[in-house]
């Protein structure tokens, strides 16, 4: 399985821009604002609409909305059922299902491409790939959210999961819009 993070300003030409046949995507957008639309089949995008936050604040609900274990398993969801679109509805081997998954291209986007998706990436990488270290690695360029990552991985593997630190250090400069 390949990940790919964006912000929602680089999203679009990088799917236009796509080497491989037909990616997942996960879209996630900030509550209320306008979908970003792709030139892929409606199938192989997910939208989610939630806030970069990582609490509730006490006194502006119901106006945050958070990432839930229901938008957890909806990301679950859609993968199973990608997967079980490529192998034609069959049970695989370890091996085999290993060499599907490497036939697999997600795009994750948010609006700044820094918190949200890398934490929804990390969380997919860590239960496919065993490895997160390059969205919470000291040379890494995002700061994922630790909510979401949590919440995702908690979901994929059915368990409780720990969050590796995010370390400030040597972050480098990125425009947030």
């Known amino acids: 399985m390949k990940l790919y993070v964006c912000s929602r300003r680089e999203v679009v030409d990088f799917v236009n821009n796509f080497p491989y046949f037909d990616p997942l995507i996960i879209s996630i957008t900030d509550p209320k604002s306008n979908p970003v639309v792709f030139d892929v089949p409606e199938s192989n995008v997910l939208s989610l609409e939630f806030h970069d936050l990582e609490k509730d604040y006490p006194g502006h609900a119901p106006a945050i909305i958070l990432f839930t274990k229901e938008m957890a398993m909806k990301i679950k969801q859609f993968l199973i059922d990608k997967v079980w679109k490529e192998t034609d509805n069959f049970l695989l081997s370890i091996w085999q299902s290993k060499m599907v ?52 991985l908690d979901c994929m593997n059915g368990q409780d999961n720990q969050v590796p630190v995010v370390r400030m250090v040597n972050k480098p400069d990125r425009e947030i819009f």
């Open 101 to 152: 998954l490497q036939k697999i291209h997600i795009i994750v986007h948010c609006e700044a491409g820094i918190s949200r998706s890398p934490a929804v990436a990390a969380a997919l990488a860590m239960h496919f790939n065993k490895d997160c270290s390059e969205y919470f690695g000291d040379a890494s360029k995002y700061i994922p959210n630790r909510l979401v990552y949590k919440t995702l």
